[in-house]
């Protein structure tokens, strides 16, 4: 599988089977947001694995929906504002960039065992910060479910805008 074949088989999973995620997987996909690049190599991030039942449930909380409960693990990932670089000519903090490049290498490192993950920013975060209590600079950006997806021939359709729309040659 190539670079474009593995972005064109990444789609956002909203069902997954009971199976779970194997250790080595798991350790695919953290090391795959490990080595994440990042503004000024600050790392801003910190990754929450919510496994246990009890900790899926605070984040089903967070975002109530039928098919989260089918997933049988979560990522929370929270940026660091303390740690996040900022542009010094217009103070743009980077810190939602740099998690957000961490999550998409989540996401495609989950494809590439297989697996199915799904982008999730529309959860209520006073939720999150009630259940899993941080340091005041932690904020949570996005919550991935990871798991199996079930074999009923559910396909990746990509709905993109035409490269002539978006790309202009200068
Ligand atoms: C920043 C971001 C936030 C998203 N938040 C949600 C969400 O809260 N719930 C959800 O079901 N999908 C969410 N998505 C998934 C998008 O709806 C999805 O990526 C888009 O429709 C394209 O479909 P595809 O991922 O299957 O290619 C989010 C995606 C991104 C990149």
Redesign the pocket.
């Known amino acids: 599988m190539n670079f474009i074949e593995l972005c064109l088989k990444?789609?956002?999973a909203?069902n997954y089977t009971d199976e779970p995620i194997s250790d080595a997987d798991l350790q695919y996909i953290l090391e795959s947001f490990q080595v994440a690049p990042s503004a000024v190599n600050r790392q801003p991030w910190k990754f929450l694995i919510a496994k246990s039942e009890e900790a899926k449930e605070k984040v089903q909380r967070a975002y109530d929906r039928d098919w989260l409960k089918t997933a049988p693990l979560y990522i929370i990932a929270f940026k660091n504002t303390n740690e996040q670089w900022v542009r010094k000519y217009d103070g743009k903090p980077h810190g939602d960039i740099d998690v957000?490049i961490a999550v998409e290498h989540i996401c495609l490192a989950a494809t590439d065992c297989g697996l199915g993950s799904?982008?999730?920013?529309?959860?209520n975060p006073d939720i999150i910060k009630t259940e899993f209590p941080q340091p005041v600079e932690y904020e949570p950006v996005?919550i991935i479910p990871i798991g199996h997806i079930p074999n009923d021939g559910t396909v990746?359709v990509?709905t993109r805008k035409s490269l002539d729309r978006i790309v202009e040659m200068v």
Request: charged share 20%; glycine share 0%; proline share 0%.
């Open positions: 990444r789609f956002s909203r957000a799904c982008w999730v920013c529309n959860f996005a990746a990509k």
